[in-house]
């Protein structure tokens, strides 16, 4: 069975920083492009990051360029996003997804103060 | 960067009759490999969002077959021919032809 699960979501200051992990499993993982994808409360899906298969090509929408990164491992079937400098519009729900297989449940992350 | 465009955005239906989503590209989603990755997702209330057309019109797995997606180039189509109650939620059409991108999404709710 194919899963994502993600982790890592919590309430954070303004400023702040907070990782998120996924982990998965049921599926060639090592072949796959991962994304990350948030949904902000009673919004749409918005793209926030890819990397390709093997993490030498990273990309990001322009609201989050120089304040997350996205990485993987390869040889644990993880991704993550390392999200500093955050601020109150990145509250969201936090979807890993490789978007043509699979999406996980979500994880919840909060700014606020 | 691929702008997606869903109409109606919003389409009450009658449980048992047709309903129909479309969706436009702001530019052709043939990638240069051939293929079009072109999706439909199903979010339910208070669910993740779930898959149910890859590259235009292959139902994943799981997925009743009154669901099916057509199209090409840069417009369109889901349709689902016979709506039941549990079809009821936002449906968004992605592209990850060019990076990933989403439509608005398509909230569709019994008459």
């Not at chain 1, 793209?47 to 491992?73: C, L, M, P, Q």
Request: proline share 4%; glycine share 10%; net charge positive.
């Amino acid at each position: 069975e194919v899963q994502l699960v993600e982790s890592g979501g919590g309430l954070v200051q303004p400023g702040g920083s907070l990782r998120l992990s996924c982990a998965a499993s049921g599926f060639t993982f090592t072949g796959s492009w991962m994304t990350w994808v948030r949904q902000a409360p009673g919004k749409g899906l918005e793209w926030v990051a890819n990397i390709n298969r093997d993490g030498s090509e990273k990309y990001y929408v322009d609201s989050v360029k120089g304040r997350f990164t996205i990485s993987r491992d390869n040889t644990k079937n993880s991704l993550s996003l390392q999200m500093n400098s955050l601020r109150a519009e990145d509250t969201a729900v936090y979807y890993c997804a490789e978007p043509s297989i699979s999406w996980g449940q979500g994880t919840m992350v909060t700014v606020s103060s | 960067d691929i702008v997606m465009t869903q109409t109606p955005l919003s389409s009450p239906v009658t449980l048992g009759q047709p309903a129909s989503i479309s969706c436009r590209s702001s530019q052709s989603l043939v990638h240069s490999n051939g293929n079009t990755y072109l999706s439909w997702l199903q979010q339910r209330p208070g669910q993740p969002p779930r898959l149910l057309i890859y590259k235009i019109s292959n139902r994943f797995s799981g997925v009743p077959d009154r669901f099916s997606g057509s199209g090409a180039g840069t417009d369109f189509t889901l349709k689902i021919s016979r709506v039941e109650a549990e079809d009821v939620g936002v449906y968004y059409c992605m592209q990850a032809t060019y990076l990933v991108s989403f439509g608005q999404g398509t909230k569709l709710e019994i008459k």
